[in-house]
């Protein structure tokens, strides 16, 4: 999803590397909590979230002018951090869980 970012921004801007941080917090944490908890998902689950995490960006990147038809933008700048966050929980916690899985 990180492949669209720059399509968030046109021309892109240094929000980029906000993204990029939010997303990398994301992993971290959720990487981090895996001796806490493990997330009782399928490994599917995980590409199914991440799946709809690209179509929302992509649909941001749309509506913000990306491609040639009017519309307004879908998030701002905060609606797409928190998603940038959410795509990092998300990653790092399949990353995570199938690590978990292939050491038991």
Known sequence: ???LA????????PSYAVYQVCYQ??????????LLFR???????????QACNAAVLALRAVRAGWFPWPARAGLDFAGVVVLAVWEGLVGGAA???AFAAVRD
């Open 1 to 3: 999803n990180q492949g």
């Open 6 to 13: 720059p399509a968030l921004d046109s021309p892109p801007a």
């Open 25 to 34: 917090v994301g992993v971290l944490i959720s990487r981090s909590s895996l």
């Open 39 to 49: 997330v009782p998902l399928p490994p599917w689950a995980f590409a199914i979230m």
């Open 95 to 97: 990353y995570g869980n």
